[in-house]
């Protein structure tokens, strides 16, 4: 995991850049990506790489490879741009959850 400074922004939560090792299930296209996020915050993420064929409006379920408990999140992608997309959360398992916090507490605590 690598973590950076937060991300300043309109949006009412923060995000915050860590890079996470994760895999993305389309269940529509039955395709899977593993990649990295490239921003968390608790609402959703920002990655790199989408399964092959997933566009905006798609929903996905996202798997932390790092998690103690790998339950998968359930999301909608929200946006699908040259540099990543943006996955928003719908359904967090509450182990999911406590480790997504688990993350942006580290961060904080490196950052300050």
Do not use: W
């Amino acid at each position: 995991m690598t973590v950076g400074t937060p991300v300043d922004e309109r949006r009412g939560l923060q995000r915050y850049p860590l890079r996470v090792p994760i895999s993305v299930f389309n269940p529509g296209t039955r395709e899977r990506a593993n990649t990295e996020t490239r921003d968390v915050h608790v609402r959703g993420i920002y990655i790199h790489d989408l399964p092959l064929g997933t566009q905006a409006g798609a929903e996905v379920f996202v798997t932390f490879l790092g998690a103690p408990s790998q339950l998968p999140c359930k999301g909608t992608v929200q946006h699908v741009a040259e540099t990543g997309a943006g996955i928003a959360f719908h359904s967090v398992p509450s182990p999911s959850k406590r480790f997504i916090k688990s993350l942006t507490t580290l961060e904080q605590n490196l950052d300050g």
